[in-house]
């Protein structure tokens, strides 16, 4: 399957990427990051499910992911503030937002490619659950602590 967005072209069968013509080297690693974002640029993908994909049996910090996924965003020409190909989605993960034309040459690879997403969107609903449910606990403590600022000032204008 190839990839083209802007200038590049990534080839999923020959694991390589090349710009305007030129191939570029590419990390065995951060080739499976933007084969997996390019392949599942329809969604966000959680920074758990990458962890997940990309070190399976090993325990690492999110500051690995973070690292590759700089160096992505530095060989297709995009940076954490652009963030024209690569987007950081806040508490979601990431996704691939540059426009891609996709040349397939197998129809049964967009079936796996199917089957993979609809697993890892399993995952990816239960961390953004848990995302969702610390956003309401901060609201709700917030809200809270203005109701007893309140009571407290109330009380003192009540002497």
């Known amino acids: 399957m190839l990839y083209y967005f802007g200038d590049f072209e990534l080839d999923e069968d020959a694991?390589?990427?090349?710009?305007?013509?030129?191939?570029?080297?590419?990390?065995?690693?951060?080739?499976d990051l933007l084969l997996f974002l390019v392949r599942?640029?329809?969604?966000?993908?959680?920074?758990?499910?990458?962890?997940?994909?990309?070190?399976?049996?090993?325990?690492?910090?999110?500051?690995?992911?973070?690292r590759l996924v700089k160096e992505a965003r530095r060989l297709v020409g995009d940076d954490?503030?652009?963030?024209?190909?690569?987007?950081?989605?806040h508490c979601r993960g990431y996704r691939?937002?540059?426009e891609v034309e996709?040349?397939?040459d197998d129809a049964g690879r967009?079936?796996?490619?199917?089957?993979?997403?609809a697993r890892l969107s399993l995952e990816d609903v239960i961390d953004f659950g848990a995302c969702e449910v610390r956003e309401r606990v901060r609201e709700f403590v917030s809200?809270?602590?203005?109701?007893?600022?309140?009571?407290?000032?109330?009380?003192?204008?009540?002497?």
């Open 110 to 117: 967009e079936l796996v490619h199917t089957l993979e997403m």
């Open 40 to 66: 599942h640029r329809a969604r966000a993908v959680s920074r758990v499910a990458l962890v997940r994909l990309l070190w399976p049996d090993t325990v690492v910090t999110e500051a690995s992911l973070t």
């Open 102 to 104: 996709v040349q397939a």
């Open 15 to 31: 694991r390589s990427l090349s710009r305007a013509g030129r191939s570029c080297h590419v990390q065995p690693k951060v080739m």
């Open 96 to 98: 691939f937002v540059a």
């Open 143 to 159: 809200v809270c602590g203005e109701v007893v600022r309140q009571a407290l000032v109330g009380q003192s204008f009540g002497r």
């Open 80 to 89: 954490g503030r652009g963030q024209e190909v690569i987007r950081t989605l």
